[in-house]
């Protein structure tokens, strides 16, 4: 083969070498940005699931803590209402203790 046609096979092998190289860096470059745009759209699936999962556990709190703070109300008006029954049953007596307080005050008087 002469000279000339082999230089020519050269130069265009290695045309054919670079068209290849740039088409590898262009497709790995897209892949790269599929790469990246996909992980954004998880880290953005994932902290939306963060979110609500957050609110999921901030609401059953709040519902816990509304139920346990009835529940010390509750016991509360018991409590009062106990205290108030026990007060109602001793009004007569402590009316008798005064009247015969009241009666010996009189009588010591006299």
Not at 18 to 30: F, G, M, P, S, T
Not at 71 to 78: D, S, V
């Amino acid at each position: 083969m002469p000279r000339p046609e082999v230089l020519q096979e050269i130069k265009d092998a290695e045309k054919a070498a670079d068209e290849i190289v740039a088409e590898a860096k262009a497709d790995r470059e897209d892949r790269i940005a599929d790469a990246r745009s996909e992980a954004d759209e998880i880290r953005s699936a994932a902290e939306t699931a963060a979110d609500e999962h957050a609110t999921e556990q901030l609401e059953a709190a709040e519902s816990e803590i509304e139920a346990r703070r009835e529940e010390i109300l509750e016991a509360g008006r018991e409590t009062r209402q106990a205290l108030v029954d026990d007060a109602a049953d001793r009004v007569d007596e402590a009316v008798d203790l005064a009247i015969e307080r009241f009666e010996e005050a009189v009588n010591a008087q006299t």
